[in-house]
């Protein structure tokens, strides 16, 4: 009899208590260490490469947390495990080597621009054109590398575009994104003044970059490649361009370099 009222009372306390509560899994996180470069990646926090890793991460399921710093303190956090992700790398031997690297990101196009009323065409090495580039850019070695021998200077972006609306240079080279920027901070009657060269001077992807030797990073970049593709289907990919001013863009088909290859020490 005892031994029944005891049951009855415990049956009682579950029937009013319920079930116990079922554990539920800590949130899937992820840590991104992205490197300044303006207007893809701003201090703030914002920018096109931001939205596009952090959407494609949420679209996997994931959490992410994003930290804007200089490029060698994001490469040092990534390297000493704190952070997961580097945003954004170029496909190189010496990334490739260091990193797996995920699909194509974003293509980044560097474009001449131009004065309205010049003659149609890109410059050439062999014109006489003096042309403009931001200081410390890639780009002033990527010209002379290709032989172009009158390459100017300036100290920023928006100096470098007002070089070439007051004639001191014939043509300015940046990255479309950051020319659409600096024109849409010049005035109406400005903008009118200059155009767009096509086809693109080059035209390069840029990738999220995760330790070969992190233990997480082959979940991570499973979860960021499924996320980039849902984007591609649902059209989100898009949207994120079309919202920066930039026109859809098929990165969808380019392939992921190949993996570094791993040399397996031997005895001697």
Same mark, same amino acid.
């Given at each position: 009899?005892?031994? +029944?009222?005891?049951?009855?009372?415990?049956?009682?306390?579950?029937?009013?208590? @319920?079930?116990?509560?079922?554990?539920?899994?800590?949130?899937?996180?992820?840590?991104?260490?992205?490197?300044?470069?303006?207007?893809?990646?701003?201090?703030? @926090?914002?920018?096109?490469?931001? %939205?596009?890793?952090?959407?494609? #991460?949420?679209?996997?399921?994931?959490?992410?947390?994003?930290?804007?710093?200089?490029?060698?303190?994001?490469?040092?956090?990534?390297? %000493?495990?704190?952070?997961?992700? $580097?945003?954004?790398? #170029?496909?190189?031997?010496?990334?490739?080597?260091?990193?797996?690297?995920?699909?194509?990101?974003?293509?980044? %196009?560097?474009?001449?621009?131009?004065?309205? =009323?010049?003659?149609?065409?890109?410059?050439?090495?062999?014109? +006489?054109?003096?042309?403009?580039?931001?200081?410390?850019?890639?780009?002033?070695?990527?010209?002379?590398?290709? =032989?172009?021998?009158?390459?100017?200077?300036?100290?920023?972006?928006?100096?470098?575009?007002?070089?070439?609306?007051?004639?001191?240079?014939?043509?300015? $080279?940046?990255?479309?994104?950051?020319?659409?920027?600096?024109?849409?901070?010049?005035? /109406?009657?400005?903008?009118?003044?200059?155009?767009?060269?096509?086809?693109?001077?080059?035209?390069?992807?840029?990738?999220?970059?995760?330790? /070969?030797?992190?233990?997480?990073?082959?979940?991570? $970049?499973?979860?960021?490649?499924?996320?980039?593709?849902?984007?591609?289907?649902?059209?989100?990919?898009?949207?994120?361009?079309?919202?920066? @001013?930039?026109?859809?863009?098929?990165?969808?088909?380019?392939?992921?370099?190949?993996?570094?290859?791993?040399?397996?020490?031997?005895?001697?």
């Amino acid at each position: 009899m005892r031994a +029944a009222v005891i049951f009855l009372s415990l049956a009682a306390c579950f029937t009013a208590w @319920g079930p116990p509560a079922m554990s539920q899994e800590p949130p899937r996180e992820v840590r991104i260490a992205a490197g300044e470069w303006p207007p893809y990646i701003s201090a703030a @926090g914002s920018g096109i490469l931001i %939205d596009i890793i952090t959407q494609a #991460y949420e679209h996997a399921g994931y959490v992410a947390h994003t930290c804007v710093l200089p490029w060698q303190r994001a490469v040092s956090k990534v390297t %000493d495990g704190s952070m997961d992700v $580097l945003l954004a790398v #170029y496909d190189s031997p010496r990334n490739r080597e260091r990193y797996t690297l995920s699909s194509g990101l974003l293509r980044i %196009d560097s474009m001449f621009a131009v004065l309205a =009323g010049s003659p149609a065409g890109a410059p050439g090495p062999t014109a +006489a054109h003096t042309l403009g580039v931001v200081k410390d850019s890639m780009f002033g070695p990527e010209l002379l590398r290709r =032989g172009f021998s009158r390459v100017e200077q300036a100290p920023d972006e928006d100096s470098n575009m007002k070089k070439l609306l007051t004639g001191r240079v014939d043509a300015i $080279l940046d990255t479309e994104a950051t020319l659409l920027e600096s024109l849409n901070r010049l005035s /109406a009657v400005e903008q009118q003044g200059i155009r767009l060269l096509c086809p693109p001077f080059a035209s390069r992807p840029v990738f999220a970059a995760l330790l /070969a030797t992190n233990d997480r990073s082959t979940q991570l $970049l499973a979860a960021l490649e499924e996320g980039l593709a849902i984007m591609h289907r649902d059209g989100c990919y898009d949207r994120i361009r079309l919202r920066y @001013g930039l026109t859809p863009n098929a990165i969808a088909n380019l392939p992921r370099p190949p993996a570094p290859r791993r040399v397996q020490a031997s005895g001697l």
